[in-house]
């Protein structure tokens, strides 16, 4: 069956530092892989996303790669700042505009 | 742009009454909306793909006499919860594609009593 995991545990960080999520999936071939931030009890909010194509994208402090042989995104927020501390969602999606599946979400938390 | 929103965000119900959640696309048309339902500390759940003038196709697992879609026009599907049960209780959050990436409203937190 189709698994999308990233890692449970909170990654607790120092301002500054660069926080490394990491998103892995089997029995899948997404054609684009999509991270997400979400906020206690707010919707997903949409920060990058990438084809399988691609090897790296970024935005601002952002970066994501996306490793097809691999099966794995890895996403890189650099000069963290408290107000990243946040939950991150990875998706993958087999088609534009088709339906996600989300992995579990990593918790982000920047100290000062 | 791509701004959808959801109302209402929060709502108490009895148990054995229907709810009624609307999402709207602000600036833009989506033929194609998402419902999802997210359980604390869990990950977002696909339920079911709204389109626009047509019915909606369900995850597995997901009643679809219970979760009633209606997608009727193309900035605005309704996820309506008939007899709302306790365990019905849960995040409910919709989505809208725009330009390749799928955006989402704030979620609507469901209680039912």
């Known amino acids: 069956s189709q698994k999308i995991e990233q890692n449970s545990e909170a990654l607790n960080i120092q301002e500054g530092k660069t926080a490394t999520l990491t998103c892995n999936y089997t029995n899948y071939s997404p054609a684009y892989l999509q991270w997400y931030r979400q906020d206690p009890g707010r919707g997903p909010v949409f920060l990058l996303l990438i084809r399988e194509n691609e090897k790296e994208k970024r935005k601002e402090r952002l970066k994501v790669t996306f490793d097809t042989t691999l099966k794995q995104s890895l996403f890189h927020i650099t000069a963290s700042q408290p107000a990243d501390s946040a939950t991150y969602l990875c998706?993958?999606?087999?088609?534009?505009?088709?339906?996600?599946?989300f992995g579990g979400g990593t918790r982000v938390l920047v100290k000062p | 742009g791509a701004v959808v929103s959801q109302h209402p965000s929060w709502v108490i119900c009895k148990s054995g009454t229907s709810v009624k959640i609307e999402c709207r696309s602000l600036?833009?048309?989506?033929?194609?909306m998402f419902w999802y339902r997210q359980f604390p500390k869990q990950s977002l759940m696909l339920m079911a793909t709204s389109n626009e003038g047509s019915k909606a196709t369900y995850e597995q697992g997901v009643e679809k006499d219970k979760f009633l879609i209606n997608h009727a026009s193309l900035t605005l599907s309704t996820l309506t919860v008939t007899s709302a049960h306790p365990e019905d209780s849960s995040f409910y959050i919709c989505?809208?594609?725009?330009?390749?990436?799928?955006?989402f409203g704030p979620g609507t937190r469901l209680l039912v009593l």
């Open positions: 989505s809208a594609n725009f330009q390749e990436t799928q955006y």
């Open positions: 600036d833009f048309q989506a033929t194609t």
């Open positions: 998706a993958l999606d087999k088609a534009a505009g088709n339906k996600l599946t």
